[in-house]
T-cell receptor
Framework: GQQLNQSPQSMFIQEGEDVSMNCTSSSIFNTWLWYKQEPGEGPVLLIALYKAGELTSNGRLTAQFGITRKDSFLNISASIPSDVGIYFCAGRQGGSEKLVFGKGTKLTVNP | EAGVVQSPRYKIIEKKQPVAFWCNPISGHNTLYWYRQNLGQGPELLIRYENEEAVDDSQLPKDRFSAERLKGVDSTLKIQPAELGDSAVYLC?????????????????FGEGSWLTVV
């Protein structure tokens, strides 16, 4: 099935560093969602974006809906060990309820 | 408020055996989804219900997979018979379809998943 292009695949960073990951598509999306999944758990919603250009924050997390509507990025500032997990972007195209996922970015934070 | 509840959390079965997963969505959510997540991949949609109607089952392998949501609330997903390649996490999710309303509308919330191993 169709999937979004999410990068990087994995990141190894030191505690306190900032993190940036992004998601791109060849198609236009009208909704972008960012999820975090920890081992043995289901994805948990972090941020939802509904308008092109929208910039939304949730604590140390900031996500933006790209102007072209074909991309989105997620930033994590001042990372901490509990940020460890797999971050998924997901997008929904206009006129469709189907949510398409990226393959995830695996984040490791070294104390 | 309770989230999406799934059971069982973990299941190990032999190939050719049947297996069933149950999901109770967030109260009031009219849309329910079943996703499958293979190792190292993002979730992929199997079937979507709006109330009791299956509105998108194009990705459901109908030869061995079946699902139902008889009263428009909880749902079951069944695999019969299971194959080795069915080993995956089966995620249930729900959302409140507000007809396009932007604020928290149509946001999908996931359960913890049912982790299936077929041996």
């Amino acid at each position: 099935g169709q999937q979004l292009n999410q990068s990087p695949q994995s990141m190894f960073i030191q505690e306190g560093e900032d993190v940036s990951m992004n998601c791109t598509s060849s198609s236009i999306f009208n909704t972008w969602l960012w999820y975090k999944q920890e081992p043995g758990e289901g994805p948990v919603l972090l941020i939802a974006l509904y308008k092109a250009g929208e910039l939304t924050s949730n604590g140390r997390l900031t996500a933006q809906f790209g102007i072209t509507r074909k991309d989105s990025f997620l930033n994590i500032s001042a990372s901490i060990p509990s940020d460890v997990g797999i971050y998924f972007c997901a997008g929904r195209q206009g006129g469709s309820e189907k949510l398409v996922f990226g393959k995830g970015t695996k984040l490791t934070v070294n104390p | 408020e309770a989230g999406v509840v799934q059971s069982p959390r973990y299941k190990i079965i032999e190939k050719k055996q049947p297996v069933a997963f149950w999901c109770n969505p967030i109260s009031g959510h009219n849309t329910l989804y079943w996703y499958r997540q293979n190792l190292g991949q993002g979730p992929e949609l199997l079937i979507r219900y709006e109330n009791e109607e299956a509105v998108d089952d194009s990705q459901l392998p109908k030869d061995r997979f079946s699902a139902e949501r008889l009263k428009g609330v909880d749902s079951t997903l069944k695999i019969q018979p299971a194959e080795l390649g069915d080993s995956a996490v089966y995620l249930c999710a729900s959302s409140l379809d507000q007809g396009g309303s932007a604020f928290s509308g149509n946001t999908i919330y996931f359960g913890e998943g049912s982790w299936l191993t077929v041996v």
